[in-house]
């Protein structure tokens, strides 16, 4: 579908409602045809559906590594957020902005959206933010970035404390890693080799757990005991 391209979608259900709103990301014009006059007007007037499908594609379009895309489709999901104040949506949005931002290698741009994504997602009435530990794990590498050392510590101190680091051994890594680099860059070398251990070891008991999977798709795979 291109912009401005019309569609006729019969039937306005689930899977119709999602190809409407899928099209109208898309900026195409959708004519939707149902019996009842309810699903009509949520396919139609459903703008919080609209936003988190904008969100959707800038999410989908990071993962495919086309990160300018991510950062459009986001910043429409940003504004929809906005305007119907949907703060905890806002919160992911903010973040999947900065991330992209990060990847493009902007920043001071990501380091802004990020700071607008854990606002909202810090909030005293906010507890139910999943993404809280790899927003802060994304804010300590962009503060490295920005050659804001105790900044990336402080970063990657939070994510660490948020996270179930058996349960997020990779992101655990990256996070432990960031601080090594921080306490470097101030010169406590001591507690960046501290740091560096704890990194590498989880990169180890990954490795490990990888090999015994593998082992176990073998041996499946050969009827071996």
Same mark, same amino acid.
Request: proline share 2%; net charge negative; with cysteine.
């Given at each position: 579908?291109?912009?401005?391209?019309?569609?006729?979608?019969?039937?306005?259900?689930?899977?119709?409602?999602?190809?409407?709103?899928?099209?109208?990301?898309?900026?195409?014009?959708?004519?939707?045809?149902?019996?009842?006059?309810?699903?009509?007007?949520?396919?139609?007037?459903?703008?919080?559906? /609209? =936003?988190?499908? *904008?969100?959707?594609? %800038?999410?989908? +379009?990071?993962? $495919?590594?086309?990160? !300018?895309?991510?950062? &459009?489709?986001?910043?429409?999901?940003?504004?929809?957020?906005?305007?119907?104040?949907?703060?905890?949506? /806002? =919160?992911?949005? *903010?973040?999947?902005? %900065?991330?992209? +931002?990060?990847? $493009?290698?902007?920043? !001071?741009?990501?380091? &802004?959206?990020?700071?607008?994504?854990?606002?909202?997602?810090?909030?005293?009435?906010?507890?139910?933010?999943?993404?809280?530990?790899?927003?802060?794990?994304?804010?300590?590498?962009?503060?490295?970035?920005?050659?804001?050392?105790?900044?990336?510590?402080?970063?990657?101190?939070?994510?660490?404390?948020?996270?179930?680091?058996?349960?997020?051994?990779?992101?655990?890594?990256?996070?432990?890693?960031?601080?090594?680099?921080?306490?470097?860059?101030?010169?406590?070398?001591?507690?960046?080799?501290?740091?560096?251990?704890?990194?590498?070891?989880?990169?180890?008991?990954?490795?490990?757990?990888?090999?015994?999977?593998?082992?176990?798709?073998?041996?499946?795979?050969?009827?071996?005991?």
């Amino acid at each position: 579908p291109t912009l401005g391209e019309a569609f006729v979608v019969t039937g306005v259900g689930l899977i119709g409602l999602l190809t409407v709103q899928l099209l109208r990301a898309q900026g195409c014009r959708v004519l939707a045809i149902d019996f009842d006059p309810a699903k009509l007007k949520m396919a139609l007037d459903d703008q919080l559906g /609209l =936003a988190n499908t *904008y969100s959707n594609m %800038g999410i989908a +379009y990071s993962f $495919l590594g086309e990160e !300018e895309q991510s950062v &459009e489709y986001n910043s429409k999901a940003i504004s929809l957020f906005e305007s119907l104040r949907a703060l905890d949506h /806002l =919160a992911t949005a *903010y973040g999947s902005l %900065g991330s992209s +931002y990060y990847k $493009l290698k902007q920043f !001071e741009l990501a380091e &802004e959206n990020l700071a607008k994504s854990l606002k909202l997602a810090e909030a005293p009435d906010n507890d139910s933010f999943k993404e809280l530990p790899i927003i802060r794990l994304i804010m300590a590498k962009v503060k490295n970035e920005l050659g804001k050392a105790e900044e990336a510590v402080y970063f990657a101190d939070l994510a660490i404390a948020s996270m179930d680091v058996n349960a997020e051994v990779s992101n655990a890594s990256d996070a432990y890693l960031e601080r090594a680099k921080g306490l470097a860059s101030q010169k406590k070398f001591e507690e960046a080799y501290s740091s560096m251990v704890s990194h590498l070891e989880l990169n180890a008991s990954l490795n490990e757990k990888a090999r015994v999977e593998e082992m176990e798709k073998m041996q499946a795979q050969f009827d071996v005991k």
